[in-house]
């Protein structure tokens, strides 16, 4: 069965600073993976989304993510975090890879110190 | 990309009442919506999905009798909470499943509905 697992519940960074999100995931079929940000009391934003091609993939706001797949890994990065960062992060895959059901982690909260 | 619909945004009513929620899809048609809950401080859980023209399918442990789902068009699924108690309380989330490309459906995402039964 698929599942993702995010490291980390709540992670803070300095203004400027890079910003690492770590998700892993199990998939017994090639994965269709997915980041999501959510603003307090708002919907999910899709930031990027790794389906098949190009492992790095770019996405909006400055992130982006690596799909590495001799490590389960689908990490997010931003080279410098800004204050408007600060949400929650949402790492999920799709059952079977064919946009399906969304299995979601259990989310970072992200908190960016001036 | 593709843009869905809630409504309501947010909504309180008293424990005992039902409640139904809308979700559209405005650009593109959804054969195929999948309904979410939030629970504060917590991930996305899939309750159901909603296929049109057909019964919904649940998830294990989601009561199919309390959550009623229908998806009578291309366009427009519909979550009504029955007897709602305040363990009910939560955010209701709802995507449509839309082509984007060969092979490969990308859901979308409806803003969210704020349910408060007191």
């Known amino acids: 069965a698929q599942s993702v697992t995010q490291l980390g519940s709540h992670v803070s960074v300095s203004e400027g600073a890079l910003v690492l999100l770590r998700c892993n995931y199990s998939s017994s079929v090639p994965p269709y993976l997915f980041w999501y940000v959510q603003y307090p009391n708002q919907g999910l934003q899709l930031l990027l989304k790794y389906t098949t091609g190009a492992t790095l993939v770019k996405g909006i706001n400055g992130f982006e993510a690596e799909f590495k797949k001799s490590e389960t890994s689908f990490h997010l990065t931003k080279p410098s975090a800004h204050m408007s960062d600060a949400a929650e992060y949402f790492c999920?895959?799709?059952?079977?890879?064919?946009?399906?059901?969304?299995?979601f982690g259990q989310g970072t909260e992200l908190s960016v110190k001036p | 990309g593709a843009v869905v619909s809630q409504h309501p945004s947010w909504v309180i009513c008293k424990s005992g009442t039902s409640v139904k929620i809308e979700c559209r899809s405005l650009d593109f048609q959804a054969t195929t919506m999948f309904w979410y809950r939030q629970f504060p401080k917590q991930s996305l859980m899939l309750m159901a999905t909603?296929?049109?023209?057909?019964?919904?399918?649940?998830e294990q442990g989601v009561e199919k009798d309390k959550f009623l789902i229908n998806h009578a068009s291309l366009t427009l699924s519909t979550l009504t909470v029955t007897s709602a108690h305040p363990e009910d309380s939560s955010f209701y989330i709802c995507?449509?499943?839309?082509?984007?490309?060969?092979?490969?459906?990308?859901?979308?995402f409806g803003p969210g509905t704020r349910l408060t039964v007191l």
């Open positions: 909603s296929n049109e023209g057909s019964k919904a399918t649940y």
């Open positions: 995507t449509g499943l839309d082509r984007v490309g060969r092979g490969y459906n990308e859901q979308f």
């Open positions: 999920a895959v799709t059952l079977g890879g064919q946009g399906g059901k969304l299995i």
